[in-house]
């Protein structure tokens, strides 16, 4: 079991339990802390002063006071108006990744509500429920509103629906088939589970997590393109890149120069002194993706330890109020992140289908046959499958447009400049789908063009690389005659891993 305590998990806890099923549990020093921040807010209800959110109204009406008496059903109805929702649901894995998240940010203790709230959400996560979270409606800011009150609605049992044993449910059909009983919301209940940037991690965090997987996939498919195309390797040499050593570069080329080790068929045309940008640039585009995912794992595993709620509760503090209303929530930060990482994975996805594009016109590709089609086969090659690749590079240019600047005033002018992360986190999601797609075809025609090499030169040996992962590749494609379902089928397994 994980242990939550607000600032210690990991992004590999996180796939963990999003994927695999993981559980997870309130540690014993995280219970403590949240009943010191509940006992302040209990203290607040009953000495009736003024603290936003707790016994306010929210945004633009936070003048309004609201009775102790009526702040269960302020939380209630703050849950019922902001499940606003649409559109098609979230993917579960994302869903029980926000539920880890906010689990996680409350166990801080900086949040005054119950323990009981975290350990709700723990049990759903063991049992297998699922709400049904729509993926359009949030700016960003304040959080993820739309889509944590949804999450809400089941946790509370307001409404709302979830998948439990693969049955989509009413939300309390699904909570009782689970032997799971719903929550009242007690007075910051509302609040806490609502106001947060949890969507916005949850997605950039999976996608993030995809992506590395990704990028290393590519540089093998990028690896066996160079060898079918009987590249120069003297671009990759380490002295190189000593000259110009950004991280990512340095360890893409030395990642290019194991998985080519042994090869036979690269510095095989001695007339040849240096190749095109899409094979000798290699290391340097997709280091550049390296680094800037790098970047967005830094950002994301700090927001995946923060609190993001408003009011927050600074209990050591010596203040007689210890909630302090921020900007915490404001998903800016995630929304640059996920913008710069969607860019740095498109433009992994552009070099791949500018390698498969030498390989598939003939006059590029060191005489292999045009299309890759073999002599045996009276068919196109591989032609249309690098339309599909060069059709999803064009869409990932309309999703790197970056959402972080844009922005629309919501509530009355009270949140005057919102982050849109939420669409900045979804858009590198997407990114990362088509670009796996991508590396898929260039893989597909890559193990077709080391094949129709080997036949012409049977004596020729493969790199590393290309030695190990060339019968998978194969086997793939030889389930079916149909190009997409054999790019699907590849691209299955980059997701697993398999050729990272």
């Not at 806490?192 to 997590?209: K, R, S, Y």
Request: aromatic letters at 4%; charged letters at 20%; a negative charge.
């Amino acid at each position: 079991m994980i242990e939550l305590d607000g600032a210690s998990l990991g992004l590999d806890d996180l796939v963990a339990v999003a994927r695999h099923g993981a559980t997870v549990g309130l540690g014993a020093a995280a219970r403590r802390e949240m009943a010191r921040s509940l006992a302040w807010v209990d203290a607040t209800l009953r000495e009736d002063r003024p603290v936003y959110g707790i016994n306010t109204g929210f945004g633009s009406l936070a003048r309004v006071r609201i009775a102790a008496e009526d702040t269960s059903r302020l939380s209630r109805n703050l849950i019922r108006s902001h499940a606003a929702g649409v559109g098609a649901d979230c993917p579960e894995d994302i869903v029980r990744a926000m539920m880890l998240l906010r689990a996680n940010a409350l166990a801080r203790g900086a949040s005054g509500c119950r323990p009981l709230l975290v350990e709700q959400l723990c049990a759903m996560l063991a049992c297998g429920v699922v709400p049904c979270v729509p993926r359009q409606g949030s700016c960003g800011s304040s959080g993820d509103l739309a889509p944590l009150s949804h999450l809400a609605l089941v946790v509370f049992g307001e409404g709302g629906e979830a998948c439990f044993a693969g049955r989509r449910l009413e939300g309390p059909a699904a909570m009782a088939a689970a032997g799971l009983g719903t929550l009242t919301p007690a007075a910051k209940d509302g609040l806490a589970m609502t106001n947060g940037a949890q969507l916005t991690t949850a997605i950039a965090a999976l996608a993030l997590h995809d992506a590395e997987v990704l990028v290393r996939s590519a540089e093998r498919a990028a690896a066996m393109s160079i060898e079918a195309l009987r590249g120069v390797s003297r671009a990759f040499h380490p002295g190189v890149h000593a000259l110009r050593p950004h991280p990512g570069a340095v360890e893409s080329a030395a990642r290019l120069r194991e998985l080519l080790a042994g090869s036979t068929l690269v510095d095989s045309m001695p007339e040849k002194v240096q190749d095109a940008y899409s094979l000798r640039c290699t290391p340097v585009v997709i280091g550049a993706a390296r680094d800037v995912l790098r970047y967005g794992r830094g950002v994301v595993q700090i927001e995946v330890n923060s609190v993001t709620d408003n009011p927050v509760m600074l209990m050591d503090e010596d203040v007689d109020n210890h909630a302090f209303s921020a900007g915490l929530f404001h998903g800016e930060p995630v929304g640059i992140a996920a913008d710069a990482m969607k860019v740095g994975v498109a433009e992994v996805a552009s070099l791949s289908e500018r390698r498969l594009y030498r390989l598939t016109t003939g006059s590029l590709s060191a005489r292999l046959p045009p299309a890759l089609a073999g002599a045996d086969r009276p068919d196109l090659g591989m032609l249309v499958p690098q339309t599909t690749a060069a059709a999803l590079v064009s869409e990932n240019k309309a999703l790197a447009w970056p959402m972080s600047v844009d922005s629309i005033p919501t509530c009355e002018d009270q949140e005057d400049h919102v982050a849109m992360s939420t669409t900045a986190a979804w858009r590198f999601w997407e990114v990362v789908q088509n670009s796996r797609r991508v590396v898929a075809v260039e893989l597909l025609c890559a193990a077709r063009a080391l094949r129709l090499r080997l036949q012409e030169s049977p004596q020729a040996r493969l790199g590393s690389g290309a030695e190990e992962v060339l019968p998978l590749v194969e086997e793939l494609v030889a389930q079916t005659d149909v190009a997409g379902e054999a790019i699907e089928a590849i691209a299955e397994r980059i997701e697993r891993g398999q050729f990272a």
